[in-house]
């Protein structure tokens, strides 16, 4: 089976930036950042020390980059973790008094994991977890993919200076703050229109990853065995999303669609639970949420 694989990892936060705090406000970039971003720094820095460099694409919204660049962001996210870490370990202490033994394991699983990330990013990446993208992506363990200034959706913008103004922006944001120039384009929700078309080459994109049910319909259809399919502009290749693709095939020409296997890591903090929660069966999710939260 001949192909590629390519793991690209997704992060978005809408604007929060000194938007409040509890209940709501700051909190979603807040777990954005402890519960999928700096988990995946380490692992990525983890791998590089070991002499290992997995090559992945990073599709960070220039919004997410933009606010991880932030010193208040920095400042509050410290702060809003320092707080989260005295609510397990109240938890944990009351539960213990309850007899509530396993609800008590998981407030210090959490308190203990909650730790190892404030140490990070305090210690091993001095808060500026966009310094540390950029330190990746400059030793080519990691490729930056431009997005929308302000990851709007593309085919919902009627005027051609809005696209460009979005593409443009987009891209000068990531090379500032990243310092690479992107190739490829990520597009908001993988929307295609093909207003875009004369505005790729001007942008510099050798690539961009769509969604199948966004493009033309004479380019719509992908069968089992990810037959290419052509769109204009030339020389510009857009990668459709498909969640079961048995493999991609190999092209020199850059006109075509692929239908390539796509690995998508999503910043929400349900899934990065999932992957840290110890693996006990009586382990109730009422009381792992409550001991998180």
Sequence with gaps: MNGYLALILTGHAPYLRAAGREPEGEDLLHMTIADALVPTLNALFDLRELGLRPVVALAYSPVLLEQLADSVVQKHF?????????????????????GQAHNAYL???????????????IGRYSRNLTAA????????????LAGAATHAYLPLLGRAESLRAQLDVGALAVIRLLGVRPRGLWLP?????????ALLRPSGARYLIVDPSSL?????????????RTIPPPRSAAFATTPFAPSAPTTKDASTVA??????????????RSTTTPSRKSAPAAAARSARY
Excluded: K
């Excluded at 929700?189 to 078309?197: F, I, K, R, V």
């Design 189 to 197: 929700e993988c929307g295609y229109t093909p207003a875009l078309e």
């Design 78 to 98: 410290v702060v809003w973790m320092e707080r989260h870490l005295a609510r397990l370990e109240q938890a944990a202490t009351r539960w213990d008094a309850e």
């Design 216 to 228: 033309p319909a004479n380019t719509r259809t992908f069968p089992s065995s990810a037959t290419p």
């Design 259 to 272: 239908s390539p296997t796509r690995a998508r890591t999503r910043s929400s903090s349900t899934s990065r």
């Design 133 to 144: 993208l950029r330190e990746l992506c400059a030793n080519g363990t990691a490729e930056p």
């Design 107 to 121: 407030a210090r699983f959490y308190l203990e994991w909650g730790r190892g990330i404030l140490e990070s990013f």
